[in-house]
């Protein structure tokens, strides 16, 4: 009997321990502190681009549809499903009924069409020549509501990436009218979206805090809220992940690594990542205009050595301008190699035997494609000068940066990107064609501008069949190689790192953090 009886407690106290491990999964409440080396630049999303602030306008806006947890395949979002005619010209989105934005308004099909005009029509009264993400309607002729929860967008011609685009998270989001009609520009400090969290509070160079959306239309956020703590350094941002003052960062030094494997408190999260690290040169600025210089200052930086110092052999060197994870990269191509006799020959041939002075913009906040960029910037600098280049580093804040770089006002800058949706377009199109290069809101920030390489480029985006853009995709490539407009630094291995009691953050391939099905246990 007393055994039965004990089996009988064992039994029960194994079902406490079930039951238990099935709620500890799905803990709600507390609120979620990530640490970050640089403030949000804008919470108006049509007016950024830049990754701290996209990383916090993912979380409060949404689009018609969205990518996958893990891929850059695309799901539903604030449309449940879409089609489009034989020609691929008009696209219906049949839209999620029921919603409603931040500001208890109502979404629906007028709500979609006003997000879009805006960045479309200059007559719309909202519209506004620096919004930082037009291009991706830039083949769009018209958006209509076709009843109450039907939008039609028409294009005026095929365009091959048209729906990854609108995938991006903060590239096509859905803003509330009313509250944009209310604030006007002051909307960049109250956005009203329909995401998992809404925003609650802003101050300046230190936090933005975010709460719970208790009306959102999808399983509701575990969490509370989640607040963006800014700590440029990276050291102090470890440093208060370790004493537990944040719950999780990102912009790690890749050195940080070892030391978080280690700890008993703390984890890393590693995914190969969609991203390059690059030194841009001004193209429009002498005597970056001639192209025997950049393919000096090609020969003359030692990416190996740099990617071993300052990536701790978490990345890769690049020789390319997007990644090999990404299809149609052309691994042909011979990556011009370290050689500062062959960069002082180049500079002797164009007319630079003793050198030149420069100026060498160096970011101000680490990125996932440039952990250290103070630190890349001087071994940048100290390559330079063994060829005779004197490069003097230039730092500012990071929006007096963004503003300068897509400004043209540099002659060399450190920058990076991540993809937004997998597709070389992202890459290529977007950082290497004169369409994106028009200041002061210039994404091409070399200010590269070859007519062979856009109408490859235009043509890429045309077409369907995937073979030919490869094809169209890596000739590109050999263009930009030659003519080298950059140094492609690296590409890095992205990660993130949080306390051992936090999880379900999503670390995405383009970048972005999901939090909606965090949990702190």
């Known amino acids: 009997m007393k055994a039965m009886k004990k089996i009988w407690i064992s039994t029960v106290l194994l079902c406490y321990i079930f039951i238990g491990s099935i709620f500890a999964a799905e803990k709600t409440g507390g609120t979620l502190i990530w640490g970050r080396g640089g403030d949000s630049v804008s919470l108006d999303p049509a007016r950024t681009d830049d990754g701290e602030s996209a990383k916090v306008n993912a979380s409060i806006f949404e689009g018609l549809v969205r990518f996958q947890d893990t891929s850059t395949e695309v799901e539903p979002a604030l449309a449940v499903s879409w089609e489009t005619s034989q020609d691929g010209k008009v696209w219906t989105f049949h839209l999620r009924e029921g919603v409603v934005f931040h500001d208890g308004t109502a979404f629906n099909a007028d709500a979609v069409v006003f997000s879009f005009l805006r960045q479309i029509d200059p007559g719309h009264p909202y519209y506004r020549k620096d919004f930082a993400n037009a291009s991706t309607f ?118 940080m690594v070892g030391k978080i494997i280690q700890s008993k408190e703390l984890q890393t999260e590693i995914i190969t990542g969609l991203n390059v690290g690059y030194l841009a040169m001004n193209t429009e600025t002498a005597p970056f205009d001639q192209v025997k210089v950049r393919q000096a200052v090609n020969y003359a930086i030692n990416k190996p050595n740099l990617v071993r110092l300052f990536y701790q052999d978490m990345a890769i060197p690049a020789k390319n301008p997007m990644p090999p994870v990404i ?50 910037a001087r071994a940048v600098k100290a390559n330079l000068a063994a060829v005779g280049i004197n490069a003097q580093i230039v730092t500012h804040d990071w929006g007096t940066y963004l503003a300068g770089t897509s400004a043209g006002k540099h002659d060399m800058c450190l920058s990076g990107a991540v993809a937004g949706n997998g597709d070389p377009y992202n890459f290529l199109y977007v950082l290497l064609d004169k369409d994106n290069a028009v200041k002061p809101q210039a994404e091409n920030i070399a200010f590269f501008k070859h007519e062979e390489l856009h109408e490859l480029l235009v043509k890429a985006q045309q077409i369907t069949d995937k073979q030919e853009r490869i094809r169209l995709y890596q000739k590109a490539q050999e263009i930009i190689h030659e003519y080298a407009p950059w140094v492609p630094l690296a590409h890095a291995r992205q990660m993130i790192a949080h306390r051992q009691n936090v999880h379900g953050i999503v670390q995405h391939p383009t970048g972005f953090l999901r939090f909606d099905k965090a949990w702190i246990e």
């Open 138 to 255: 830039q083949y769009v002729k018209s958006v209509e509501a076709a009843d109450g929860h039907t939008v039609k967008i028409f294009l005026e011609k095929f365009y091959a990436p048209f729906l990854y685009n609108l995938a991006e998270p903060t590239a096509a989001p859905i803003i509330s009218p009313s509250a944009l009609k209310k604030w006007g520009d002051e909307f960049e400090k109250h956005p009203s979206g329909t995401g998992p969290f809404r925003f609650e509070k802003w101050v300046p160079g230190d936090r933005i805090i975010l709460t719970k959306n208790p009306d959102y239309w999808g399983k509701p956020p575990y969490l509370d809220g989640v607040v963006f703590k800014t700590l440029v350094h990276n050291k102090s941002r470890l440093l208060a992940l370790t004493t537990a003052a944040i719950h999780g960062m990102d912009g790690l030094d890749f050195g």
């Open 327 to 376: 299809w149609g990269y052309n691994d042909s191509i011979e990556d011009y190699a370290y050689n500062p006799e062959k960069a002082k020959q180049l500079l002797k041939e164009s007319g630079f035997e003793k050198g030149f002075e420069t100026t060498l913009w160096a970011m101000p906040v680490a990125r996932p494609y440039m952990p250290e960029p103070d630190k890349i």
